[in-house]
């Protein structure tokens, strides 16, 4: 079972946090997040949303 940290909130996929991974930074640091992606995982503020789930919010 993945680390819960390293999973998506709105997908559960992973999600490539950097941070889970030990390092400083993460890819998200430096992403634009719409703030209706932000209200979706409100309850979950903590958990780095993947690029997949980004990219579909922004319509990408």
Same mark, same amino acid.
């Given at each position: 079972m993945? @680390?819960?940290e390293k999973c998506c909130p709105i997908c559960g996929e992973e999600n490539n946090c950097e941070l #889970? +991974?030990?390092q @400083? /930074? *993460?890819w998200?640091?430096?992403a634009c997040f719409p +703030?209706? =992606?932000l209200e979706a995982? #409100? !309850?979950e503020p903590n958990k780095c =949303? *993947?690029?997949k789930c !980004? @990219? /579909?919010y922004k319509g990408v």
């Open positions: 993945p @680390n819960d #889970a +991974e030990g @400083n /930074t *993460c998200c640091m430096k +703030e209706r =992606i995982v #409100a !309850l =949303i *993947c690029q !980004l @990219n /579909t």
